[in-house]
């Protein structure tokens, strides 16, 4: 039944150049998919995280030990995002994002300082922008940098189970399999031999759009000590952060990554109770690679991950085309698959990534800066970042957001929140103080004047 059925993708897939491996990783999921299976993970099965190790308390010790260990360490960041639900046609990572450099420029400088080789892991759509924007960077020659590329797979169309075909753009019948395929895609380009033959033993995983995520001595010293084969990186919770996904442990005590996808609706209110799920995951991970090596060898280079079952419409611009599965899975529940995988505790620094126009204002603003070895940081000794809420009819893509503040962010150092409700444009160093709502009723844009110090609500109109 699943050779028939699985046929017409198998020859979609080859005549693609797909590898093999990925072609049966993609058929192991159909499968599941053919049995009714939506990959649902209910909270009767398993138990809340009460606590995590503390990075905050690790002894200065383990600085050193991370240190003894960086030579065999690389950096891998996952750069296959479009940015599109922001309105870009280019990788995100290419984005400005602070004191005129990209996502991309900070990331080549970070690992320069750190004396680490970075290892990006592209999509189709990123991978000759982005290599071309780290040319002027000839500190990353080819002894430290190294590139592969993330598979893609086809949709399947939900009347039938069948490839989805959308002639007017064919490419749109392909999607990404979601950054859990970053195991398959490291066997599949030879990524993880050649860093095996090269002599590294650890790497860290981190998204591109997250420029908290760079290599720690003492997390590193702490990983390499323990000899653990998989080591998530996990924070509070916070009211932001009800629906992304949570760490969880099954009643044999391995912990494991639940994402909302995954939830039962029954189990809602549940996965968004803060109080019961206390830690989401930051997509920051540790790799021992050659446990991952010997475990992807025992597996058939399968790792089995749970599935996630995305409906969508194979034209995502167009909500009456047809609709499409996409079958995901997501790189931090390899968590659930290592024996003796662990998580830790680290702090919201560590996790700061731009999915909106809210959060790339944040990060823009003075309420971050640019340490000398290219770390973002919360500066003026906050402890959290400002909460940014911009209204999405006029400030949900890049265009829109760079013509309401032409003369770049305001000053948001000392600024808890700021709620912008209607259209307005921001004049040259306007300073946003403790909370800030600013609403314009009319139908017009206002503008805020030069030198502007806000603080609490404006009404306009």
């Known amino acids: 039944m699943l050779d028939t059925q699985f046929a017409p993708f198998a020859e ?3 005549r693609a150049g797909l590898p093999e491996i990925f072609i049966c990783t993609f058929a192991w999921y159909y499968a599941q998919l053919l ?3 939506a990959g649902l993970i209910a909270e009767d099965g398993i138990q809340p995280v009460q606590t995590l190790p503390d990075v905050a308390q690790f002894p200065e010790a383990l600085t050193g030990v991370g240190q003894s260990v960086l030579g065999k360490t690389a950096v891998i960041k996952l750069n296959g995002g479009l940015g599109t639900s922001m309105g870009l046609q280019k990788a995100k990572s290419l984005l400005e994002v602070k004191n005129g450099q990209s996502f991309l420029d900070i990331i080549a400088r970070q690992t320069v300082q750190a004396g680490v080789p970075l290892v990006l892991m592209n999509s189709f759509s990123t991978h000759e922008d982005s290599m071309a924007a780290l040319v002027p960077h000839p500190e990353l020659g080819q002894s430290n940098l190294l590139a592969f590329l993330q598979h893609k797979e086809p949709k399947i169309n939900q009347a039938d189970l069948t490839p989805a075909v959308w002639p007017p753009n064919p490419e749109l019948e392909w ?4 950054h859990g395929d970053i195991y398959p895609a490291l066997i599949s380009s030879g990524t993880l031999d050649t860093l095996l033959e090269q002599g590294y033993e650890y790497a860290f995983v981190s998204n591109s759009d997250n420029l908290g995520g760079v290599i720690d001595l003492s997390i590193l010293g702490y990983f390499a000590q323990n000899n653990l084969p998989f080591m998530m990186e996990a924070a509070d919770r916070t009211e932001m952060d009800r ?3 949570h760490l969880a442990r099954r009643a044999d005590g391995q912990l494991l990554l639940r994402e909302s996808a995954q939830t039962p609706d ?4 549940s996965f968004q109770d803060i109080t019961r799920h206390r830690y989401f995951n930051t997509n920051n991970l540790w790799f021992h690679l050659p446990t991952l090596q010997r475990v992807m060898a025992e597996r058939d280079n399968l790792l089995g991950l749970p599935m996630i079952r995305n409906s969508k419409t194979v034209d995502p611009r167009d909500p009456a085309s047809t609709p499409v599965y996409q079958l995901e899975t997501a790189m931090g529940s390899a968590i659930a698959v290592f ?3 662990q998580a830790v505790r680290v702090p919201r620094s560590r996790f700061a990534p731009v999915k909106t126009a ?3 204002l944040a990060v823009r603003s003075d309420a971050y800066s640019l340490t000398a070895d290219y770390h973002i940081v919360l500066a003026n000794g906050r402890t959290a970042p400002p909460v940014v809420l911009l209204d999405r009819r006029y400030y949900k893509l890049i265009s829109d957001l760079e013509s309401r503040f032409p003369f770049g962010a305001p000053s948001l150092r000392d600024c808890r929140r700021l709620e912008v409700n209607g259209d307005f444009c921001f004049g040259r160093n306007v300073v946003c103080q403790d909370e800030v709502y600013l609403i314009n009723e009319s139908d017009g844009q206002t503008i805020i004047p030069d030198g502007a110090i806000l603080r609490g609500e404006h009404r306009y109109g």
């Open 243 to 245: 629906k992304g996904g």
């Open 358 to 360: 809210n959060e790339l």
């Open 266 to 269: 029954a189990d809602k209110d």
């Open 12 to 14: 979609k897939m080859q």
């Open 175 to 178: 999607c990404p399999p979601g």
């Open 339 to 341: 024996a003796g995988a």
């Open 35 to 37: 049995t009714g299976d």
